[in-house]
């Protein structure tokens, strides 16, 4: 098999991973369009065009799972060339980081960046970072974002979106790491308080360390459950900044498929529990315990335990733990379990 057309199964690969996990229940959304063309018309248009220029992996992506693509009113896509993303050796969920960190949620024309000064931040659809211009010379027609050339401007312009070529990846990685090197944009420091810079690089390290636990799930075989789990962090660590340990208890992988996506943070939350809970120490509390877990509301209950010489068994929820202490570290317990907690099954339990 050619280096193209693993090249191409990959691109397709992941799509479908993003298309189960975050897309397979927003059939009833529109896809921003020109009023002439259909949603078809719209990214087989845009598609066809990245193809024909080199960027064959986003035009497939597109294609196949718009959703990521056109998921606000108005986008920008900053569309990486194929030789770049081949030379990547990366996990899905880090490629999706990847792309999306190439969405701006405004439309930008070539004519509007160069409007824009140097230094100027663009919000992305990745964790509200940005990326920066870093080069305008409107007379020579050159300009660079995060020092990437934008080498196809104006590629695709339509109704809400615009497409830019660019020459290569706007972030760089490091093993075992999240996306790196991205720009500090300009901040007025007066603004902000010694508390405030500390709370921010205490929530970054937290971040780091989820992000940790995303990799680890994804290299383990949970992907649908490590992207899932990707998509509510932000929302946990601004519910609970100081949670500072964490056990979760993750069902398998094809279960995750027909979750639908308005219960999703529900569900993912009702699966954690704001403290470290090796399986010894589970399996060591008497039947009826309740824990709490991070959805407001919700406890799960130990419900069977069989600890002796012949024979180990912990059953919460009616459910058997079957991969106990699947990764222990200083902040972060990790259980598998037979099956997901029943909705109805995390509900409230009396104190």
Not at 63 to 84: E, G, M, N
Request: one cysteine or more; hydrophobic letters at 40%; glycine letters at 4%.
């Amino acid at each position: 098999m050619s280096k193209a057309v693993l090249f191409i199964t990959a691109t397709i690969l992941l799509a479908v991973v993003i298309a189960a996990t975050f897309g397979s229940h927003h059939h009833h959304h529109q896809l921003p369009r020109h009023p002439k063309d259909s949603p078809f018309d719209f990214t087989s248009n845009a598609s066809q065009l990245l193809r024909s220029n080199g960027f064959t992996f986003i035009a497939t992506l597109l294609h196949i799972s718009p959703d990521l693509f056109l998921s606000t009113p108005q986008s920008t896509i900053f569309a990486i060339p194929d030789s770049a993303m081949s030379n990547l050796s990366i996990p899905p969920y880090m490629t999706v980081q990847l792309v999306t960190y190439h969405i701006s949620p405004s439309k930008l024309t070539i004519h509007d960046l160069f409007q824009k000064p140097v230094n100027t931040c663009i919000s992305t659809m990745f964790q509200q970072q940005k990326i920066s211009i870093t080069k305008n010379d409107e007379k020579h027609r050159v300009l660079e974002i995060n020092k990437v050339l934008i080498t196809h401007p104006d590629m695709f312009v339509q109704g809400p979106v615009s497409i830019h070529g660019v020459g290569g990846p706007f972030a760089s990685f490091k093993f075992h790491q999240e996306i790196t090197e991205l720009p500090i944009c300009n901040t007025n420091q007066s603004e902000l308080s010694h508390s405030t810079v500390g709370g921010k690089v205490n929530g970054i390290k937290k971040k780091a360390e989820w992000g940790m636990v995303v990799r680890f799930l994804s290299s383990a075989g949970f992907t649908p459950f490590a992207l899932a789990l990707y998509s509510v962090i932000d929302g946990i660590l601004k519910d609970h900044p100081d949670l500072n340990s964490t056990t979760i208890f993750v069902p398998p992988i094809m279960e995750m498929v027909e979750l639908p996506s308005s219960l999703r943070h529900k569900f993912m939350r009702s699966h954690i529990v704001p403290k470290k809970h090796s399986y010894k120490h589970l399996a060591s509390l008497p039947e009826g315990t309740s824990l709490t877990t991070l959805c407001p509301g919700k406890k799960i209950e130990i419900t069977e335990t069989v600890v002796n010489l012949s024979d180990e068994l912990l059953v919460i929820n009616r459910v058997e733990v079957t991969s106990p202490d699947l990764l222990l570290s200083k902040s972060f317990v990790v259980h598998g379990i037979a099956r997901p907690f029943a909705m109805e099954e995390a509900s409230s339990i009396s104190k």
